[in-house]
């Protein structure tokens, strides 16, 4: 379990890309605004998933929008911040290539670390149903060597375009149902950390996938925390020495 301290800031499904261009542009801009008004506070930056709508790397080929948010990034990097980048459904499909160009470390699954004393346990927050079956055996799939040598086997301009698609597709098909919580019995993020508490104790569960902000009370010394989207909210958590905060960038 790696200790960190200071101030610690968690985003996640920026979901760059969605729906076209140019307004995944603008929703860009405001995330490079929104990085740089905290790259002279923050300490430690947790992108927990969704980054990108999609993402898929060829030995020679990167996508290539989003060259001011990378380079926002590469920015904080280099003043000595340091990034975790949580892959998320779906830009599970990156292999290396931000960790070695950006600096930042890349994990997958999830994570438990002490932040300012505080045991948290984080990741995207996708797959944590164990009913949802059909989900579990695409992300198997996806997760297959043989299939993502295939998919590399098309030339990018199909595989991109295809794969955005199916992005588009799925995104518009759960957008609606992601955007509202269901209720503590029926959300599978809140059964999933109260079976884990069960057996560990842990502060803070913090995961983003579900597309609203939630500050949840699980136990008088325990909580959840969704950190939102950027598609509506423009939202995230902050952790330091005196609490958290979960807030909306404006």
């Not at 979901?15 to 307004?23: D, N, S, V, W």
């Not at 913090?206 to 949840?216: A, C, E, I, P, Y």
């Not at 009370?217 to 609490?243: A, F, P």
């Amino acid at each position: 379990m790696k200790s960190i301290n200071g101030v610690v800031y968690f985003v996640s499904d920026f979901h760059l890309g969605l729906p076209h261009k140019t307004e995944s542009d603008i929703r860009e801009r405001k995330i490079v605004e929104f990085l740089d008004s905290i790259k002279s506070t923050a300490t430690h930056l947790f992108l927990l998933g969704d980054v990108f709508d999609f993402w898929f790397e060829y030995k020679d080929v990167v996508p290539r929008d989003n060259i001011r948010f990378l380079g926002k990034l590469a920015e904080l990097a280099d003043k000595g911040i340091q990034i975790y980048y949580l892959l998320g459904n779906h830009d599970m499909w990156n292999f290396g290539y931000l960790q070695q160009e950006i600096g930042l470390t890349q994990l997958t699954g999830n994570h438990t670390f002490l932040i300012n004393n505080k045991k948290v346990y984080l990741g995207h927050g996708d797959g944590l149903d164990p009913k949802d079956i059909g989900y579990r055996l695409i992300k198997w799939i996806y997760g297959r060597k043989i299939n993502q040598r295939l998919f590399a086997a098309l030339h990018p301009r199909w595989a991109f375009a295809i794969a955005r698609a199916v992005s588009l597709k799925s995104r518009n098909a759960h957008l609606e149902r992601d955007r509202y919580f269901l209720g503590e019995e029926n959300e599978p993020i809140i059964v999933y950390c109260k079976k884990m508490l069960k057996s560990e104790h842990y502060d803070y569960f913090v995961f983003g996938h579900r597309h609203f902000m939630l500050d949840f009370e699980l136990t008088t010394n325990s909580r959840y925390i969704n950190t939102g989207d950027w598609l509506s909210y423009n939202s995230y958590l902050v952790m330091q020495n005196k609490g958290h905060e979960l807030k909306q960038f404006k």
